[in-house]
C-alpha cells in the first residue's frame, strides 16, 4: 500500500515572517501525525528559517526550482548543494509555470533532475496538458513525451527517489479541477508508461500525485482514487487550516 503524500508549492508567495506563522500553524495542527508524509515547499528566502522550525517534527523540506550545476558563475540561479546545505530533502521540477513562463524545455527538466539525484534529492516531477491539448485530445501523447524525454536515462533505482505530479495546466490556480475520474484516468496511465519503461515493481511503488486547484473540498474524492497517491497543492496550501484538512483527507 502506498502511503499518501501532500506537499505543500507556496510559489512565490509568504515573506520570513508570514512563512514563520504558516509553518509554525501547520506543526501545530499536524501535532506527531505520520499517516500520511507532509512536504513543504517554500520560496528560497525561507528555507532555511523553515528548516530550522520543522526540525523533530513529520514535516519535510523541499524547493521550488534548482540549476543543474554544482556552482559557478550562474546568477540568480541555486545549485543542489545549496539546497542540500539548508536541509532539503526534495525540489519540485518541470513545474508548468517553470515551463511555460520561464521556457524550461524537457531537456533541461532532465538535466536537472539527474543532477538532482546525484546530490541525493528527492524529485517531485511535474507533468501535465494544457487546455488546447487536452480538447484535442493529445493528453496521453503529451504526458507521454514528457515522461520518455524528462526522464531519459533515469533507471529504475532512481526512480525511489521520484515524485511525478500529474498537474493538468487548465486547472492550476483556475479553480477548475480535473475531475475524479478525469485525473485517475491520467494516473492510470501514467503507471503503465511507467511500467512499461522500467517494471511493474517500479510502477506499483511510484508515488503519483494530483496537482490543479486541489481544496479540502475535492480532496478526498480525488485521493480516493486507486491510482492517485497525493497532492501537489497549490494556493490552498497558504493558509494552514486549509493545508491541514487536505493532509487530514489523505
Same mark, same amino acid.
Given at each position: 500500500?502506498?502511503?499518501? /503524500? ?14 514563520? &506563522?504558516?509553518? +509554525? ?17 517554500p520560496p528560497f ?6 528548516? @530550522? ?5 513529520? /514535516?519535510?523540506?523541499?524547493?521550488? $526550482? ?12 541555486? @545549485? ?49 496538458? +494544457? *487546455? ?10 503529451? /504526458? ?10 533515469? +533507471?529504475?533505482?532512481?526512480m525511489k527517489n ?25 494516473h492510470s496511465f501514467?503507471?503503465?508508461?511507467? +511500467? ?8 506499483? $511503488? *511510484? ?6 486547484? /486541489? ?5 478526498? &474524492? ?15 496550501? *497558504?493558509?494552514?487550516? @486549509? ?8
Open positions: 500500500m502506498r502511503k499518501k /503524500v501532500i506537499a505543500g508549492n507556496w510559489k512565490m508567495n509568504k515573506d520570513l515572517n508570514e512563512s514563520q &506563522s504558516l509553518v +509554525s500553524g501547520i506543526i501545530s495542527g499536524l501535532g506527531n501525525d505520520d499517516k500520511c508524509d507532509v512536504i513543504v515547499c528566502t525561507s528555507l532555511s528559517e523553515v528548516h @530550522s522550525l520543522i526540525k523533530d517534527t513529520p /514535516v519535510k523540506l523541499g524547493a521550488q $526550482n534548482m540549476y543543474f550545476e554544482d556552482s559557478g558563475a550562474f546568477t540568480g540561479e541555486i @545549485s543542489p548543494l545549496m539546497l542540500k546545505s539548508v536541509g532539503c530533502e526534495y525540489v519540485i521540477l518541470g513545474h508548468s509555470e517553470r515551463r511555460n513562463i520561464f521556457g524550461e524545455t524537457d531537456e533541461v527538466i532532465n538535466k536537472k533532475t539527474k543532477k538532482a539525484l546525484e546530490k541525493e534529492l528527492k524529485v517531485i516531477f511535474c507533468i501535465g496538458e +494544457s *487546455l488546447a491539448q487536452r480538447e484535442d485530445g493529445v493528453t496521453n501523447d503529451v /504526458v507521454k513525451n514528457q515522461i520518455i524525454n524528462g526522464l531519459d536515462g533515469i +533507471s529504475a533505482d532512481d521520484i515524485i511525478i505530479a500529474y498537474e493538468p495546466i487548465w486547472a492550476i490556480g483556475t479553480g477548475k479541477t480535473a475531475s475524479p475520474e478525469q485525473a485517475q484516468e491520467v501514467i503507471r503503465g508508461l511507467i +511500467s512499461e519503461k522500467f517494471s511493474s515493481e517500479t510502477a506499483e $511503488n *511510484l508515488i503519483i500525485q494530483y496537482g490543479g486547484s /486541489v481544496k479540502p473540498d475535492n480532496a478526498s &474524492s480525488l485521493l480516493s482514487q486507486p491510482d492517485i497517491d497525493g497532492a501537489l497543492v497549490g494556493g490552498a496550501c *497558504l493558509k494552514a487550516d @486549509s493545508f491541514l484538512s487536505i493532509i487530514a483527507s489523505a
